[in-house]
């Protein structure tokens, strides 16, 4: 059933794409025979594609294709070439080296390192536990803190629960505010919406307005009714002078929300120094422009939205949780056509779960004493914690990296480069030897998409309409490989000294089952017992998943017979994905764990003294700093192997508007050299208008240059530079530990 059948005839399978949050819908020819892929469309039928797919559809074809990929684990050997081993010797030396360094210095002298792909893979999702569990290191790091993590501590602090993220109801709204973000070419992170073109071009089309507010004149910009420039690292600044105009005109009108919101007048006390023209140098934007935004917003049915672009910038968690405060004041928050919740079929934004206590300082760093913040350390500073020149007998020995290639993606990875060979032992879960990778002892790699089921597990609930997809294995993988969850399983068992990693799996599924079924919960007709007998498949995250969509808010909840509610079967039919409906208005407060919106959580506001601190020197005229910039052909680091996105000019380069050109001394096409507080980078100048004059961008997980790894395409064909050279580790978003990859100020002269 999770597989096609054989056949020497070409048939079509149905999917959801991988690569990014949309999980467009496949239409994907096949020859089982041969276990090739012929053609990739986009499936017409699916709901919320409607047959929309970009370049990075291709991606699912080229990385079961790509010749370097991995299939079987290999070993470094002493003179630092490979060998392949078989799973059980390679399970027997990562459990044994991990479990050896455990002993002898403690948990905490391991770590682990969790890159974006997890994100894509339900199995990786799930069964990341027992590594966590075998491993008990509060050495925790992760993509995260280069990415939304600032949102997530805004929501943890303000709703109880870090991954309820608000949605824009795109499809109804009338005024769209867009900071930080570029929906044409992420398709809508935290947002997400096959096609966002059609769909913000729908808004207009219904005369509505989309304002971009923008460092650079982005895709969307350029379909955008308006696009203002703003300054860098200001965001937070020019919010709160949105708020001081809400409160300063009386347009502040929460509506339902005031009945469970707390802080009204502490937010109102908080934005009165605020004003339009005092923060007019900072933000670059028109004290006239700021009060008139905000009375036409007020004025429509609309959505403030902001997205990574404000998440990484040294305020990024005043500027997050700012947004929010921005739809509380308005009453835009859980309304139709402002920002909404979906409502996952796994059920995990249903009433009455508990909130999450919010705990940090749990564990600091050693050389600087920087706290864990929320379960996250600073990816950035894993190499002090490696390092015996930082760290001592206190340092980081050990280290799991799973599907991420920090060196390329962290701040300062050729510090970390280095780092690395100073462990003691290291493993990497990876299908590439990439420039993170080629340093491990171990790699041990999983099989790919194509290869295995999927669920779209985590984007679900960041999606503009509710839906549930399950997607088919399209090929059966070899013997000898191994499902990312099966990996993570076997490992975790060895780690806990369990006889099998199928007792792990059954343990995990009996907990969930212990939770959601029996007396005093949503299916109390059914024991956890027969729930788990009542169960499809005999091992994997699948069992996982239908316990969930089971008991979900449209779930059969184990009840006999074939009735309406969701099931396993009901999926795995519906090969056009199950179309959920639209958001809905009014499902706060119930739907979140804290029975009150706290607008003011003190973890966040005990931050805007370093923001009042910082306002003259983001107010000097004479700044140049550098942010990133989303392309459509790349995902971070990882598709830079694959020939149908490699192709085509050399796409990274610095943009640099003509008059910072001219005054620079540098032109299109030469080579400049990038200087910031911690490296210097040469790479290819390119002269552009749509850039903002003071601020150059470079876009991120480039720089395949350095020797020891097997990503022969993208060293031919896409190198690039790596703009994470020039991100100083040591410069934080305070509230949430997020590395500040925007706004970095920098010297630019020609070569």
Not at 290 to 315: H, N, P, S
Not at 583 to 591: H, I, N
Not at 629 to 655: E, F
Request: with cysteine; net charge negative; glycine share 8%.
């Amino acid at each position: 059933m999770t597989a096609p059948t054989r056949s020497t005839e070409p048939h079509i399978v149905f999917r959801s794409c991988p690569t990014c949050e949309a999980s467009c819908g496949l239409r994907i020819e096949i020859d089982s025979q041969t276990r090739s892929v012929i053609r990739i469309e986009g499936d017409p039928a699916d709901p919320r594609s409607e047959g929309y797919l970009c370049p990075k559809a291709y991606a699912i074809k080229e990385i079961y294709e790509d010749p370097e990929r991995l299939k079987k684990p290999i070993r470094k050997n002493a003179d630092g070439s490979w060998s392949e081993i078989d799973w059980d010797e390679a399970m027997d030396l990562a459990a044994s080296r991990l479990l050896e360094i455990k002993e002898k210095y403690g948990a905490n002298a391991n770590g682990y390192y969790i890159g974006n792909p997890t994100g894509h893979n339900v199995g990786a999702q799930l069964y990341l536990l027992p590594v966590m569990n075998g491993l008990a290191t509060q050495r925790s790091f992760s993509a995260a803190t280069m990415d939304q993590f600032p949102q997530n501590i805004a929501l943890h602090t303000m709703l109880g629960d870090p991954w309820m993220f608000p949605i824009p109801d795109i499809q109804r709204t009338e005024f769209f505010v867009c900071m930080g973000g570029n929906p044409l070419v992420s398709q809508g992170s935290l947002m997400s919406g096959p096609n966002a073109k059609k769909r913000l071009t729908a808004i207009l089309d219904r005369g509505g307005r989309v304002v971009t507010i923008d460092p650079r004149r982005t895709e969307t910009a350029q379909i955008a009714s308006d696009h203002l420039f703003i300054k860098p690292g200001s965001d937070a600044y020019f919010l709160l002078a949105v708020c001081q105009v809400l409160f300063e005109e009386g347009l502040v009108a929460p509506g339902r929300l005031a009945d469970f919101t707390d802080g009204l007048q502490e937010i109102e006390a908080i934005v009165n120094i605020y004003t339009p023209e005092r923060v007019a140098a900072a933000t670059g934007i028109a004290p006239e422009t700021t009060r008139g935004l905000v009375r036409d917003f007020c004025a429509a049915k609309g959505a403030w939205y902001g997205r990574i672009g404000l998440c990484t910038q040294e305020f990024g968690s005043l500027a997050s949780w700012l947004v929010y405060v921005v739809n509380v004041l308005t009453g835009r928050l859980d309304a139709e056509g402002g920002m909404m919740f979906t409502r996952s079929a796994t059920g995990r934004s249903e009433a009455g779960r508990p909130a999450e206590a919010f705990e940090q300082s749990r564990y600091e760093t050693i050389a600087q004493g920087i706290p864990e913040i929320g379960g996250q350390l600073p990816c950035g500073l894993l190499a002090e914690e490696i390092e015996e020149a930082s760290a001592g007998e206190k340092r980081m020995r050990g280290l799991v990296t799973t599907m991420g290639n920090p060196v390329l993606s962290a701040p300062n990875g050729e510090r970390l480069a280095a780092a690395l060979d100073e462990l003691d032992f290291m493993l990497s879960i990876d299908i590439y030897l990439n420039e993170t990778s080629r340093h491990a002892d171990l790699i041990m790699p999983s099989t790919v998409q194509l290869e295995h089921e999927n669920y779209d597990f985590l984007f679900e609930t960041t999606s503009v309409q509710n839906f549930s997809r399950w997607s088919p294995r399209l090929f059966e993988a070899d013997d000898d490989q191994r499902d990312q969850w099966r990996i993570y399983c076997e490992l975790g068992a060895r780690l806990a000294g369990v006889p099998s990693w199928e007792i792990i799996d059954d343990m995990m599924l009996k907990g969930l089952l212990g939770m959601t079924v029996g007396p005093d919960t949503g299916c109390p007709n059914v024991t956890p017992e027969a729930a788990f007998d009542m169960l499809q498949d005999e091992h994997g995250p699948m069992r996982m998943i239908e316990c969930m969509v089971r008991t979900g808010p449209y779930g059969d909840k184990f009840e006999p017979g074939d009735g309406d509610g969701i099931n396993l079967r009901k999926l795995r039919a519906a090969e056009h994905g199950i179309d959920l409906g639209e958001l809905k208005a009014a499902r706060l407060p119930e739907a979140m764990p804290l029975d009150r919106i706290e607008l003011c959580p003190p973890h966040i506001t005990a931050d805007l003294p370093r923001l009042e601190a910082a306002l003259d020197e983001h107010s000097r005229p004479d700044r140049l700093v550098l942010i990133g910039r989303r392309q459509i052909r790349n995902m971070n680091s990882w598709l830079h192997n694959l020939p149908a996105l490699a192709k085509g000019p050399n796409r990274c380069t610095l943009l640099v508007h003509p008059v910072d050109a001219k005054r620079l001394g540098i032109e299109t096409g030469r080579t400049v050299r990038v200087r910031s507080r911690i490296a210097e980078i040469e790479v290819e100048c390119q002269t552009t208008d749509e850039m903002m004059p003071g601020v150059v961008s470079l876009p991120h997980g480039y720089g395949h240059r350095l020797t020891g790894v097997r990503l022969s395409v993208a060293q031919a064909k896409q190198p690039g530079v790596c703009s994470n050279y020039l991100t100083d580790e040591n410069v934080l978003d305070v509230p949430s530990g997020t590395h500040v990859a925007n706004g970095i100020p920098v010297e630019i002269s020609a070569t």
